[in-house]
């Protein structure tokens, strides 16, 4: 490396280091308040208005209903339903999100600069929490110490972050690992860091709503929204109340939102597609790509053409058809084809190629027999065992739909289910021809684990050129399409399809716009409720 480059990086660690507290997860006894005490009294000498101007004795019917879990909290960090978090989506802002097109968009952040390990954040100032108390760095590194520990929802996004420090309305992180989007991995909740508050109240937020504060000043209504007035967008909300309605099943929620004493719910089809919904949807991306484990140790996987063979093999298209009815994206290359950003460079289209499958598969000599399976000239057929995981009938649905189209151009596929933990040990082992899972794609879009060896997903020679490039681009030396080229070169894994959520609402809500599983209230400000149904 050039020593200049050496002597940039290591003076930037040192002038982090100068101004750096950190902090380990633990509970928020260990959080230094007495210096976050002292540096908000150096940034503001008076406090705010805090009134809010709603008086909640008059509400006696709300704009909109949502479903909650009774039991759960709603601790941002902690909260275990999907309900409860997507609620926690209106009280509480970001420093940054990802939009439905997979997009940086700043919030309460103004403006983020990465300089390799070093992520350097500067806040929007005149942002208040609800309460009207001034949003500081200093809420910014208490939330995270809450977001990075162990139990918390966002432990594994935010683990290759070492530390986290504040001066002035500067907060500084240091990555452990230098990746050119790493800053995108900070779209935790922001919350109030005051030491005072009552830890049996939810934490307060800057968001678009917050809990209907009833007459004696401090106890909280939980299932009441109220919107906030002193929300950073000027373009607030229109819809001003929203009640929380405990139902017990996904089905329950859904047959409410049909007869419309339920206005809007989400799944992500976990647990299977709701059939026959009678309320408007939409299809939610989500960032989880089903794909074929390769394992390249194989004397046979370990050729390009036979790789790619099996690739121009599979339909996409018709795989997601049979896996997920319809509920996920084909996939055009290794990233999501609604990431603008690599869109431009894939090339797939969801369709196979039985003729461009042949030629590759001719090329590397392999011949049909009177089976119907092709083998080389000392007679080894192309037969894999395919490794899927027990008791999950989409991947089961999608394995038959691979196996019927690679019997097409002579491949032959033996499917295997076992548990997950027997499908992980078996794929870090290498103890596989092909694998089918779905890996999580954090926001930072790192698909690094399933190409590169001794990280229990890929086994076999290292992909040299796409590891290349894929570093370059990680450390900001070279461009996404150089890495998308190597990729399809190589082909270490097949990406198959990008699993879909829905969005399900009632017909009085209008204006519900293109969303993500992050961002469920996107452009929400744009929304209406119409007491008489949607108009036309």
């Known amino acids: 490396m050039n020593v200049a480059v050496i002597f940039r990086r290591c003076m930037a660690l040192l002038a982090a280091a100068a101004v750096l507290f950190s902090f380990a997860g633990c509970d928020d006894s260990g959080y230094d308040w007495k210096a976050a005490d002292e540096r908000r009294s150096q940034l503001y000498h008076t406090s705010l208005d805090t009134e809010n101007k709603v008086d909640v004795s008059k509400i006696t019917e709300t704009d909109m209903t949502l479903p909650y879990t009774a039991g759960d909290n709603f601790n941002p960090y ?37 300089d390799h390990t070093i992520i350097t954040v500067q806040i929007r100032s005149g942002i208040v929490f609800s309460n009207g108390d001034p949003l500081t760095a200093d809420d910014i590194s208490y939330s995270y110490f809450l977001a ?81 007035n002193k929300w950073y967008n000027p373009d607030g909300v229109s819809i001003e109340t929203i009640s929380l309605k405990e139902l017990p099943t996904v089905e329950s929620i859904v047959h409410s939102v049909e007869i419309g004493t339920v206005s809007y719910m989400y799944t992500d089809m976990r647990d299977g597609t709701p059939k026959n919904v009678n ?48 509920m996920a994206l084909a996939a055009t290359g290794p990233f999501t084809p609604n990431w603008k950003e690599a869109a431009k460079y ?31 000239q000392s007679g080894k057929q192309l037969s894999f065992n395919l490794l899927i995981c027990r008791r999950n009938a989409r991947h089961m ?49 790192d698909i690094g684990a399933l190409f590169t060896p001794e990280q229990g997903l890929y086994n076999g020679p290292l992909p040299y050129d796409s590891v ?56 929400m400000q744009h929304w209406k409720v119409t007491k008489t149904g949607p108009s036309s």
């Open 397 to 445: 649905a999608a394995a038959e739909s691979i196996k019927s189209q690679l019997a097409k151009v002579g491949i032959n596929v033996d499917i295997t289910e076992i548990s997950g933990n027997g499908l992980i040990n078996r794929a870090a082992e290498g103890k596989y021809h092909l694998y089918l899972a779905e890996y999580s794609v954090q926001n930072d879009m």
């Open 148 to 228: 990075s520990r162990k139990e918390s929802c966002y432990y594994e996004q935010l683990k290759d972050v070492t530390s986290c420090s504040v001066r002035g309305m500067t907060v500084t992180f240091i990555m452990k690992n230098e990746h050119v989007n790493s800053y995108r991995l900070l779209d935790f909740p922001i919350v109030h860091y005051d030491p005072k508050a009552d830890k049996n109240m939810p934490h307060i937020g800057s968001g678009r709503y917050k809990f209907a504060t009833l007459q004696d000043g401090k106890t909280i209504d939980k299932t009441l929204l109220i919107k906030n």
């Open 78 to 114: 902690t909260c275990e339903s999907t309900l409860t978090k997507n609620i926690c989506y209106l009280l509480y802002d970001s420093m940054i999100q990802i939009n439905p097109d997979f997009e940086t968009e700043y919030i309460i952040a103004k403006s983020i600069n990465v």
């Open 468 to 523: 290349r490039t894929y570093t370059n681009y990680r450390l900001g030396l070279g461009d996404l399409q150089d890495f998308i080229t190597a990729f399809d070169g190589e082909l270490p894994f097949i990406p198959i399809c990008y699993r879909m959520g829905m969005a399900i609402y009632a017909r009085s809500i209008e204006g519900v716009g293109n969303i993500c599983e992050d961002q469920l209230f996107y452009d």
């Open 279 to 326: 309320a408007n949807f939409r299809k939610v991306d989500i960032n989880h790509l089903l794909y074929l484990g390769i394992n390249t140790n194989d004397s046979a996987l370990s050729d390009e053409n036979v790789r790619h063979a099996i690739s121009y093999a599979i339909s996409t298209n018709e795989v997601a058809a049979a896996g997920f009815g319809g």
């Open 346 to 376: 894939q090339t797939g289209n969801g369709r196979s190629s039985v003729s461009l499958a042949q030629d590759a598969l001719d090329q590397s000599g392999y011949v049909i027999v009177n089976n119907g399976i092709r083998e080389d």
